[in-house]
């Protein structure tokens, strides 16, 4: 058991140095990165689908999708004429810095300024595993009720942002957003909230903004940060 417990913290402690290195890659070239995170069908593609179009005209943005088969996210970005990369997890539940490490290779990186990473769709071991972007972002959407934050929390404390996504949904569910909300912050006092709605289009101006901003801070101040 002991022993067991050792290897672990060393492929987190490898996955770290890793996770550093691609962080530096990046500001070499100057590309800033996003980590998105979150159940699967919370909405990730969709946020991004409804919203690339509108950064392309002020970045040139490059996607990674992580997925553990098939390559069908990867085909909806494509056909907004996004660069992508498809992961193959191959059955493995997420992204690690090092899959990332080798995404990287495939990008002419001085050629891009955003990068969003669309991480395998879990609530759970994503939030161990910095893969070395900037800002990590976890999406719930309403329908997965307003428990998760409290039964997740590792997930809500390592993210920069929180967006609720399906509100359209909400009429129709008995959700309670400020349970979310207070949970969330709660265990993560500096988590920024974003409610969103990718069908009807709601807040996907804030999300837009969010980022926009991150990257402005990331001008002026120079401050990146990874997994605490
Ligand atoms: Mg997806
Ligand atoms: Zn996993």
Redesign the pocket.
């Known amino acids: 058991m002991e022993r067991e417990i050792k290897i672990l913290e060393n492929i987190g402690e490898a996955n770290d140095l890793i996770a550093g290195e691609n962080r530096r890659l990046l500001e070499e070239h100057n590309v800033f990165a996003f980590n998105i995170m979150g159940s699967p069908g919370s909405g990730k593609t969709s946020l991004l689908e409804a919203s690339l179009v509108e950064l392309g005209k002020s970045y040139r943005v490059a996607v990674i999708e992580g997925d553990l088969a098939t390559s069908y996210d990867a085909e909806r970005i494509k056909r907004l004429g996004v660069k992508v990369l498809q992961i193959n997890t191959g059955g ?3 992204l690690e810095a090092a899959s990332i490490n080798r995404a990287l290779a495939h990008f002419n990186l001085d050629e891009i300024d955003l990068v969003f990473v669309e991480n395998v769709g ?1 609530l ?3 939030a161990f595993f910095d893969i070395g972007a900037h800002r990590n972002i976890v999406v719930i959407s309403t329908p997965e009720g307003d428990d998760k934050p409290a039964k997740y929390p590792v997930i809500f404390r390592n993210a920069d942002l929180l967006v609720i996504n399906k509100m359209d949904l909400l009429p129709y569910l008995e959700v309670n957003l400020e349970r979310i909300r207070r949970d969330a912050s709660m265990i993560n006092p500096r988590l920024e909230v974003i409610e969103t709605s990718c069908r009807t289009g709601e807040g996907v101006d804030s999300w837009i903004k969010w980022i926009k901003r991150q990257l402005e801070t990331r001008r002026n101040t120079g401050v990146t940060r990874g997994f605490l």
């Open positions: 493995m539940c997420h879990n759970v071991c994503p």
